[in-house]
C-alpha cells in the first residue's frame, strides 16, 4: 500500500533534529511532513525522482515551520543527469540550509521541475540576494535538441524577486542570455527586478550578448552593473 494512501495517527515531535534528508518519490515525502515536528531543524535535504507535475503543500508548510533555515544565497548546477541546488543563509557560506534535487537527463525537463518547486516557494525565496546559475555536462550533452524553453528559464527565474546579483556560469551564456530578452509588450522590470549587478566571464562570450537586456533595464531607469 502506498504511504501517501495509508492512515499514520502518530504525530511525533524530534526536539533535537537539526537535520532532515529525504530521497524518493514526491507523494511519500508530502505524507510524511505532516506526521512530524522538527523545532530546531536547520538544514533540509530532499532529493525527487523526476516525474511530470509536483504537489509540495506540505513541504511548503514545514519549511514555513522551520524558522532556523535561513534562505540568502542560491545556487543551481546543472548536470548530465540531475539539476541539484543549494540554498544558503548568505553569499561566501559553504554550508547549504536547504539543498533540492531532481533526477533528470534532459535539461529542458531539469529546468521544468525546477522551475515548479521553487516557483511554490515563491515566498521562502523572497530573501534570496544572490543567485548562481552553472552547467556542469559533457560537452555533447549540451546541444540545440537539449535546450531549455525561453519559458521555462523565466519561470525558474521569476520566484527569485528579491536577487541583486546574478552569476551565469561561462558554458551557456548565449543560451541564457535569450530568457532576458523582452518580449513585445513586456517589460523590462518583469523578471529579476532588484537585480543590481550581472557576473559572467566576458572573454567566453561576445561583448554585446546582454547588451539587448542591459538597455532596456537602463532605458526603464534600473541600470544593471557588468562584472
Not at 67 to 89: C, H, M, Q, T, W
Request: aromatic share 14%; net charge neutral; hydrophobic share 45%.
Amino acid at each position: 500500500m502506498l504511504l501517501s494512501r495509508m492512515q499514520i495517527i502518530t504525530h511525533i515531535t524530534l526536539p533535537n533534529l537539526c537535520w532532515f534528508g529525504f530521497r524518493g518519490a514526491n507523494a511519500y515525502l508530502e505524507a510524511l511532513l505532516p506526521q512530524m515536528t522538527t523545532p530546531l531543524l536547520e538544514r533540509l535535504k530532499t532529493y525527487f525522482w523526476f516525474q511530470l507535475t509536483y504537489s509540495i503543500p506540505h513541504l511548503l508548510q514545514f519549511m514555513g515551520a522551520a524558522e532556523n533555515i535561513g534562505l540568502g544565497s542560491a545556487k543551481f548546477v546543472f548536470y548530465g543527469d540531475r539539476v541539484a541546488v543549494d540554498v544558503f543563509p548568505h553569499r561566501g557560506a559553504t554550508i547549504y540550509n536547504f539543498h533540492f534535487g531532481v533526477s533528470c537527463g534532459e535539461l529542458d525537463w531539469q529546468v521544468a521541475a525546477a522551475a515548479q518547486i521553487f516557483g511554490a516557494l515563491r515566498r521562502e525565496l523572497s530573501a534570496v540576494e544572490y543567485l548562481f546559475l552553472e552547467i556542469k555536462a559533457r560537452s555533447t550533452w549540451w546541444g540545440t535538441s537539449n535546450e531549455a524553453d525561453r519559458r521555462n528559464w523565466r519561470a525558474l527565474l521569476e520566484p527569485f524577486s528579491n536577487v541583486k546579483t546574478l552569476c551565469v556560469s561561462n558554458d551557456f551564456l548565449t543560451q541564457f542570455s535569450r530568457a532576458l530578452q523582452v518580449g513585445d509588450g513586456g517589460s523590462p522590470m518583469e523578471l529579476l527586478p532588484e537585480m543590481k549587478q550581472l557576473e559572467y566571464n566576458a572573454k567566453s562570450v561576445a561583448s554585446d550578448t546582454f547588451n539587448s537586456f542591459i538597455d532596456a533595464r537602463k532605458n526603464a531607469g534600473h541600470p544593471i552593473t557588468l562584472v
